[in-house]
């Protein structure tokens, strides 16, 4: 070793000087490095609690998911009963309606059938009392209803009696 070699002594000052320099650095240095940990550990930490949240709210949700669709299939299962009961029910009502329709027509065909017979008793009596007029007024003459009205006037006392 040649200790008039200037590069020899320039690595020894280089290495004298990063053993002065590394002292008090290693303290900056490891407290940075020592920072920079807890900070990692403390963003790991935070990570870790807000997986730990969101895995407590996915479970709230899918249980409220779970009730929700429960709640649904039974709001489904209330209204089918609903719906049944109402479809029965108008069912019935148009039954009913129809019996009560057809019971008035019924009375209404009554009462056109006797309306019906009445006028045709009462044409029946007009017919009759116009041909009986035409029957008596051909077959009546004058010496024919003297003698009528003198009958009448005569049995009258008798009626009276």
Sequence with gaps: MDFSDPALWVSVG????????FKPGKKAILGALDGRTERIRHNLDEAANLREEAQQLLSENQRKQRGAIEETEGMIAQARAEAGRLAKEGAEKLSETLKRREQLASEKIKQAEADALREVRLLSVEIAMTATRALIAERMDDKRSE?????????ISQKLN
Excluded: M, Q, R
């Design 14 to 21: 280089f290495i004298l000087l990063v053993v002065a320099a």
């Design 147 to 155: 003698s009528l009205i003198n009958d009448a006037i005569s049995n």
